[in-house]
């Protein structure tokens, strides 16, 4: 009994030591750089703006925010080493913010897989789906796109409607965000609402290995309770503050500045719909 | 067996004691941190603590570079990960 007890102690004091979960998941031999202009609020039109990495690997690709995986790697690089909040402030103050967070990686955790992860507040969710592929219609329409040529396609795909541009050229059936199925990558993708664009900027092939990460401690969820997160601290942030065990009391001195706004999501899931 | 057991308690005690004064050197570290954090343009004022001994909450107070303004308690001290997120959370309201 005093072994099995020796055990579990010695077992949990090794609990306490720092661990940084991080899964090495393949290596990118090409980053396409993506910039992307959005609507952060659907009443006021407010844009929002965002530069993203598509880093294709031989078996993974992930779509992620440039900017705030920088202002991430900052602020972890300035807390490990001792650093307070106010010199990670001042290092991070330069990159203009996006607050895009989520992290797209296709075919993991298998092929035909997706992977999306996504942070709210203090925690960070991850959910599977399967590799859905849109039922693109292709169009004789062509266009030049940071000197490739690129043909028209639209699909209906989550919930949007995508018109998208891609080359044969690169023929790797991939593109931002969940955006993929044609026989090119992808270099310009906008809704038929206008409310998202992504569009190409510039590709690099990658001599030294940049390697596809996933990093991070993850609760495992539902796309359906990611979006009820996301909605919920979008539109009420006192109450999704509240809402969290470790605040006792949250008080909002401005609320006429924090009005709630209609959640806005890429990707219009089921129970928007039904409310529509 | 006996000192087996005995040698165990010992490190798995003194590792403990280590990572307590690790723990109690990166608490001030951290209140003086934020304290400094606090009074730049992101926060107004210091956490509330007044007695570190007897610290049951901590208060702070968030504002935002257009004027969002948000005070809140909490059952424990937040992590710098978790101050920077309201941080985020907040100023993304913008």
Redesign the interface.
């Known amino acids: 009994m005093?072994?099995i007890r020796?055990l579990l102690?010695?077992v949990l004091?090794l609990c306490?030591l720092p661990l940084f979960a991080q899964v090495k998941l393949d290596t990118a031999y090409l980053q396409v750089i993506y910039l992307e202009d959005y609507v952060k609020n659907v009443d006021t039109k407010k844009m929002g703006y965002d530069e993203l990495f598509l880093n294709i690997g031989s078996h993974i690709s992930e779509f992620y925010s440039k900017r705030e995986s920088q202002v991430q790697n900052i602020?972890d690089s300035v807390?490990a080493i001792?650093?307070?909040?106010?010199q990670?402030?001042s290092l991070t103050a330069d990159i203009p913010?996006s607050?895009q967070y989520y992290h797209v990686y296709k075919n993991y955790p298998s092929k035909e897989m997706l992977t999306y992860t996504d942070?709210v507040?203090?925690d960070s969710y991850r959910y599977e789906e399967p590799l859905e592929k849109p039922v693109w219609t292709l169009l004789s329409e062509r266009k030049d796109i940071q000197g490739y040529l690129c043909q028209k396609a639209m699909a209906a795909f989550k919930g949007r409607k995508w018109t998208a541009w891609y080359t044969t050229k690169i023929p790797i059936s991939d593109g931002p965000w969940k955006l993929n199925g044609l026989p090119g990558l992808i270099l310009d993708a906008m809704d038929s609402d206008s409310l998202y664009h992504f569009y190409c900027v510039g590709m690099k092939q990658i001599k030294r290995s940049i390697p596809i990460n996933i990093k991070g401690k993850f609760i495992k969820c539902s796309k359906q309770e990611l979006y009820e997160k996301r909605k919920q601290?979008n539109e009420n942030?006192?109450a999704y503050?509240k809402s969290m065990p470790?605040?006792?009391?949250?008080?909002?001195?401005?609320p006429e500045?924090?009005k709630t706004n209609k959640y806005l999501d890429i990707e219009i899931q089921e129970s928007a719909k039904k409310q529509e | 067996m006996k000192k087996i057991?005995f040698i165990?308690?010992a490190l798995?005690i003194s590792?403990?004691a280590m990572?307590a004064a690790e723990e109690s050197e990166?608490l001030n570290?951290?209140l003086?941190?934020?304290v400094?954090?606090v009074f730049?343009s992101?926060v107004m004022e210091a956490p509330g603590i007044e007695n570190l001994e007897e610290c049951e909450?901590a208060t702070y107070h968030f504002l935002s570079s257009?004027?969002?303004?948000?005070?809140?308690?909490?059952?424990?001290e937040?992590t710098?990960?978790?101050?920077?997120?309201?941080e985020?959370?907040?100023?993304?309201?913008c």
């Open positions: 005093n072994k020796i102690i010695t004091g306490n602020r807390f001792g650093g307070d909040i106010s990670a402030t913010r607050y942070k507040l203090f601290l942030i006192v503050m470790q605040i006792t009391n949250v008080i909002l001195k401005t500045k924090t | 057991m165990c308690a798995f590792a403990q990572n990166s570290l951290k003086e941190s934020e400094a954090t730049s992101e909450e257009c004027g969002n303004s948000l005070t809140m308690t909490t059952d424990r937040l710098k990960d978790e101050i920077v997120a309201i985020d959370a907040i100023e993304a309201k």
